[in-house]
């Protein structure tokens, strides 16, 4: 018996369409991509053989010939609702670019955010957003800069990576929650917490260090935690809670570590502000909900956002080399009845 042949319906190629309108592959290279002047007469012919033949170009192969996949590639350190307003502007801007969006985390793990920045370059992305999870991938990140594929540090910064960056001026809005709570007439203010591993921990740990140290305040209860840990973090301040350390002041250095701390503190009986003051970093729509509403650092990360896809899409679209740029933006102390 014999068997039916399969047909298949073959894709119309630039060949095709080049046939039909009479004219040459290069031209209707140049007028699908506009790199060079075609004539209204000819375009006119092109556009009624794309018409007729239903033909779409191949993004992929246009992709590998033009070295340019209008494709942003974003790596967070962790799926969060920190990250989300970034995400959802960088996303906003990118498309209104005709740019598309891979979105990775890193996890804090400098192994898994080298081995996104691999996918990444696989891939052909245009550029790079990464708010980096540490120093340790700083001679890749350089690397991957020389080869030509631009990047932009958002949130967070690596000192002597010649990269643009956009971030928060993190030393700044430690150093003024710890400030307020001691013209509160706080002088036990726990730091929750510190991960020596995290670079933008490091700088609002400084900033908390330095205003102890301008008012003369000796007792530094920083807590050591690993960042985004949660377990880790709720088992870290539940240990210093059960010391019976005094204290009369509470700084929160993400949203997370804000939701722990306003938990145990009600599950230790703890009042506030009467008993312990408390700041948390970023303003969420339920930080004026709470009873105290609660006093804050706002952190615009949309702004954030906005600015370094701005600046990463300026990057690709003009390969003129010159100095990196760093914006840094200013926090807003929200003064609410939690201090």
């Known amino acids: ?196 591993d995290s670079l933008v921990n490091a700088e609002k740990k400084t900033g908390y260090d330095a205003a102890l140290a301008d008012y003369k305040i000796a007792d530094n209860l920083t807590i050591l935690v690993k960042e985004h840990q949660r377990e880790q973090i709720r088992t870290a301040f539940r240990t210093f809670l059960e010391t019976g350390q005094s204290f009369d002041g509470l700084i929160c250095t993400t949203q997370g570590k804000t939701a722990i701390g306003l938990q145990l503190l009600k599950a230790y009986a703890l009042r506030i502000p009467q008993d312990v003051a408390v700041i948390g970093f970023d303003d969420t729509p339920w930080s004026s909900l709470l009873w105290p509403p609660l006093t804050v650092i706002s952190e615009n990360t949309y702004t954030m956002g906005e600015e370094a896809t701005k600046l990463l899409l300026k990057r690709i679209e003009n390969k003129e080399k010159i100095a990196p740029q760093h914006i840094v933006l200013e926090d807003e102390l929200i003064i609410r009845e939690s201090t």
Do not use: W
């Open 1 to 196: 018996m014999a068997q039916k042949q399969r047909t298949s319906i073959k894709r119309p190629s630039s060949k095709d369409v080049a046939k039909l309108a009479g004219v040459s592959r290069a031209t209707v290279s140049a007028y699908l991509n506009r790199t060079r002047y075609v004539s209204p007469e000819l375009s006119e012919k092109i556009e009624q053989a794309i018409q007729e033949l239903h033909y779409t170009p191949d993004p992929v192969a246009r992709a590998l010939k033009l070295q340019d996949t209008k494709t942003i590639g974003l790596i967070i350190p962790v799926m969060s609702n920190f990250y989300m307003p970034l995400m959802q502007v960088v996303n906003e801007v990118a498309h209104q670019n005709a740019y598309g969006l891979l979105l990775c985390s890193s996890e804090e793990d400098p192994e898994r955010e080298r081995e996104v920045l691999e996918i990444f370059l696989a891939k052909r992305v245009s550029g790079i957003m990464m708010a980096p999870c540490s120093e340790k991938n700083r001679k890749l990140l350089n690397d991957i800069q020389q080869k030509g594929t631009p990047i932009v540090q958002v949130n967070r910064k690596i000192d002597g990576l010649e990269a643009d960056s956009v971030v928060s001026h993190n030393f700044k809005a430690a150093y003024t929650a710890t400030e307020h709570l001691i013209h509160k007439g706080r002088k036990r203010i726990v730091f929750l917490g510190y991960d020596p």
